[in-house]
Nanobody, 124 residues
């Protein structure tokens, strides 16, 4: 069974940066992504990556500010978040899908396994 462990959350001021990490306990996952959920809001896709070829996908709200990347040797993905604003405050979740198929990379329903989440807080 796939297990995901996230780290890197914290509190920053507007304009600051954070780098999130997510490590999986197996190789060859088809798709991995970052989602976030703010209080009273639905969980939304932020960024996703196909670890093999490195294809990346981003929500419009984070394009130009966030970068997703991976380290294949460590089964790890990262989310570099720059120029943060209070609108980015949320719990950030790592997710993965093991079976190769045609899916929407930023859709919650496309993923099989979820991490516990890490809190990101951006103060005004």
């Amino acid at each position: 069974q796939v297990q995901l462990v996230e780290s890197g959350g914290g509190s920053v001021q507007t304009g600051g940066s954070l780098r999130l990490s997510c490590t999986a306990n197996r190789f060859n996952l088809y798709l991995m992504g970052w989602f976030r959920q703010a209080p009273g809001k639905e969980r939304e896709g932020v960024a996703a990556i196909q670890p093999g070829p490195g294809y990346a996908f981003y929500a419009d709200s984070v394009k130009g500010r966030f970068t997703i990347s991976r380290d294949l040797d460590k089964n790890t993905i990262f989310l570099q978040m720059n120029n943060l604003t209070p609108e980015d405050t949320a719990v950030y979740y790592c997710a993965s899908r093991g079976r190769m198929t045609r899916v929407e990379a930023l859709s919650v329903s496309s993923y099989d396994t979820w991490g516990q989440g890490t809190q990101v807080t951006v103060a005004s």
